[in-house]
């Protein structure tokens, strides 16, 4: 095994040269790292921007549809009475609305039982709701009161009845109720029994229960109704105590017995935040531009960046007319931008345009093809999109220049590991020359000395 010190011949420390010779070799791959730096900003730059672009695209959506402003408020002024709420479809106004019955469920018990364990009987039954129907077989496995509840419960095909048992000082009664309100759920119980009575009041029959037929074996509980309600004065009935449809856009909720109005106004606050999102999201856009593009930002002067700004006022500052709409700036319903380019609100501007000219409002912003904000939408939609997108291009632009700057990376740290071995290549035959040449100087500066002083004059 060799030892290697190279030097020591020469006394030159070359290894402290050599270092310092690939560092000037090593300049082009130390620039080459420097861009590749700078590009991973402008990728990481691009996605930040890509990301407030899509919360902007968001905040457009609540007002890129003329839906969107058919936001409505339903007030009742007797909230005992009934509950409102609107929809998109209401209209404003004030209407008188009297509850005159509520609608209830059928609802029955038996007679007392001992405990729940008792026997009821066994048999048939089949119960009905409206035309739909359904059959428990009772048998010495399930004709107790707990079971037989358990058995109505659980059947496969129930229509609509619930079961539950009820103890009071007497005993224990079975409960039966019809599911939904109405008359057209009305509860029938038949029996087929297997005393062979089947309308008495022992055994399975206990449990008929047929208004029509005339077999009630005691007072029912409650008894199924529907709702009336007169709106206005017009008469409306209904199957719950929810009324939909009578007043359109309009849902009522019926509680108790009463007259009282309900006011129905537009819900302009809910607009105002919308549009507030709207201005809040772009003015996060444009921080977020104006940061990057400033002098020293990692998109100074990038050209994508200052055309995407560019398109973006030219929507946000022209004047075009829409169709369906009094107004054609921003400016007009109470929008504005400052000298830094942020846009701001005029409240008061913006309620008065809504009071104004509602209509002309939503089409500003909304208008098929015209509107502001689906003209926006479609803007920051050719600026996201993966296939063609102008930013997916950029990026793909610096995604590639990034491969290039790592193909040169690896072709010039190869050509390192040769000009290094040159390099010390010839520091050693120069170590060696000098240590030779050093040698031959010793042996000379010896002969002199050992000649007489004479022949040295």
Known sequence: MSIQAPGIGSGLDVNDIVTKLMAIERQPIDRLASKKTLVDAQISAYGSLKSKISTFQTA???????????????????????????????????????VIDLAQRDKIGTKAYTDKSSVVGEGTLTFSVGDKSFNVTVDSTNNTVEKLRDSINNAADNTG????????????????????????????????????NNTNDSGLSSLAYDVAGGVVHRAAITSANDA???????????????????????????????????????????????????????????????????????????????TIERQLSGILNSGNAVTGSNFSYLSQVGLTTNDLGKMEIDSTSLNNALDADFDSFVNLFSATGEGIANRLNDLATSFLKSDGGLITAREEGLTSQLRGIADQTD???????????????????????????????????????????????
């Open 60 to 98: 457009m959506k609540g007002l890129s549809n003329a839906s969107k402003f058919q936001v409505f408020s339903g007030k009742s002024n007797n909230e005992a009475l009934f509950s409102v709420t609107a929809d998109g479809k209401a209209g404003v106004g004030s209407h008188t609305v009297n």
């Open 228 to 306: 009336v309600v007169e709106i206005d004065g017009f008469t409306v009935s209904s199957a719950s105590n929810v009324i939909s449809g009578a007043l359109e856009g309009i849902s009522i909720t019926a509680k108790a017995i009463g007259s009282s109005t309900i006011d129905v106004t537009r819900d302009d606050e809910q607009i105002t935040a919308a549009v507030q999102s709207f201005a809040d999201a772009y003015n996060a856009l444009r921080t977020e531009m104006t940061m990057q593009r400033k002098k020293g930002g990692t998109l100074e002067a990038d050209s994508t960046l200052l």
């Open 161 to 196: 009845v619930t079961a539950s048992i009820v103890t009071d000082d007497a005993g224990a009664h079975l409960v039966l109720s019809s599911t939904e309100t109405g008359l057209d759920n009305a509860l029938k119980i038949t029996a087929v029994d297997s005393d062979g």
């Open 411 to 457: 072709r010039l740290e190869g050509r390192m590991i040769s000009v290094e071995r040159r390099i010390r290549a010839q520091f050693s035959a120069l170590d060696t020359l000098v240590s030779n040449l050093s040698s031959t100087g010793n042996f000379l500066t010896q002969q002199l000395a050992a000649m007489p002083a004479a022949n040295r004059n």
